[in-house]
């Protein structure tokens, strides 16, 4: 069983925790505070030690049976801390929830969370660094590139494409063979007819764009 280091301390680092409680799929080493905040370290959250901030990486070395995930919401900062794991050698692991439902042929990348009561049709794609959030269905064939993130309950067609960095929130929908373009954000409860472009915020039923992100 691999040892693993949860690089954050927040709520999905607890989403996290509790997902390899229950999978039985690592020992957790500790977390990492990505907020520098001193008061939170050597405290306790979800049963699992706050050893310090980002310096306290140089306490640990890149081993074959030490893993790491990210536990960060904030995009930008996801892939910043991605970029320097990376550069120090780490290894990813990716945590599934055991009450997940996963076609045999279904495909996860390295160091995504996939949370409780997830449906994965026929030959989805995940990338790397993706969060599904619980209950989200997504039918066959969907691809999600790197750094996607699902909300909770979102349900989409057959062959719809997220680009890097989209995230799509709460309850919302995608009609089959749709586009969610880069960095592209899907409102909660929206209903996707169309392509969306990439940066573009769309809300609403039918979808519609109310503004585009640089």
Not at 86 to 111: C, D, L, N, T
Not at 204 to 212: D, I
Request: aromatic share 4%.
């Amino acid at each position: 069983m691999p040892r693993l280091l949860i690089i954050g301390a927040g709520a999905q680092a607890r989403q996290i925790l509790n997902i390899v409680d229950l999978a039985r799929t690592a020992e957790v080493v500790g977390l990492i505070d990505t907020f520098e905040n001193p008061a939170l370290w050597g405290q306790t959250v979800g049963g699992a030690k706050v050893l310090g901030g980002l310096a306290a990486l140089d306490s640990f070395s890149p081993a074959k049976d030490l893993r790491v995930i990210t536990a960060v919401a904030d995009l930008k900062r996801k892939r910043e801390l991605v970029g320097l794991l990376q550069q120090r050698g780490y290894e990813f692991i990716s945590v599934i929830h055991p009450s997940a439902i996963m076609a045999a042929s279904a495909k996860v990348g390295e160091g995504c969370i996939v949370n409780a009561g997830v449906v994965l049709e026929n030959d989805v794609r995940i990338g790397r660094h993706v969060i599904v959030h619980a209950g989200a269905i997504l039918e066959h064939d969907n691809v999600l590139d790197d750094f996607v993130n699902i909300g909770p309950g979102v349900k989409t067609g057959g062959r719809v494409r997220f680009c890097e960095g989209a995230i799509i929130f709460t309850g919302a929908t995608a009609i089959p063979d749709v586009t969610i373009g880069k960095d592209a954000v899907v409102g909660a409860g929206a209903v996707v007819f169309r392509d969306v472009p990439a940066g573009c915020v769309v809300m609403g039923s039918p979808a519609r764009a109310v503004r585009q992100n640089d």
